[in-house]
């Protein structure tokens, strides 16, 4: 952080990664996109092992819209589920792989959208993979690789006057 932060507490972290097993897994859009309500996006999932022996984990990428907020209603707004994919990787020492990613699904207009990483968990309990959500519903963290809006940026209203630089003088009544 530096001294011309606006907030001086938020922290953000540039290249968001998750570690499993040594293997450092991090997104990005396909040749630098900006996505918009109506794109099916593309990403570059890129998993590097850290290790100087072989590694292998499996991990799930998971796309989530979200709703604004209606400041009038008492109910929450849960984010919606519209595309999840995993990725088996299986790397030799310090080996690198980069996985092009292309999710089958219209993102919806006025949303928030994430992009999770998280480890799939197995265990010899459970035979089947259980993914984890960024939120460790299921017990296993995750992290949050990209964040993105769909909202239009607001227009100009027709009624917005510019600023003159001289004060306003209203007349009192009495």
């Avoid at 540039?14 to 099916?40: C, M, W, Y």
């Avoid at 992290?143 to 004060?167: H, L, N, Q, W």
């Amino acid at each position: 952080m530096t001294g011309t932060d606006t907030n001086p507490t938020a922290t953000t972290i540039a290249n968001p990664k998750l570690v499993a097993n040594g293997i450092e897994v991090t997104l990005s859009a396909a040749d630098g996109r900006k996505f918009k309500a109506g794109d099916q996006p593309e990403f570059e999932l890129r998993a590097v092992n850290t290790l100087k022996e072989p590694s292998e984990a499996v991990i799930c990428a998971t796309l989530y819209a979200e709703r604004p907020q209606d400041m009038m209603s008492r109910i929450l707004i849960m984010p919606t589920d519209l595309w999840h994919q995993e990725f088996e990787f299986a790397l030799k020492a310090n080996e690198t792989k980069v996985v092009p990613v292309a999710a089958r699904t219209n993102l919806p207009a006025n949303s928030s959208i994430s992009v999770s990483l998280s480890q799939v968990n197995q265990t010899a309990a459970n035979s089947g993979n259980a993914p984890a959500t960024p939120l460790r519903l299921r017990g296993v963290a995750g992290v949050v690789a990209m964040r993105f809006s769909t909202v239009p940026p607001a227009a100009k209203s027709a009624s917005t006057v510019p600023a003159t630089g001289k004060p306003a003088v209203i007349a009192a009544s009495r």
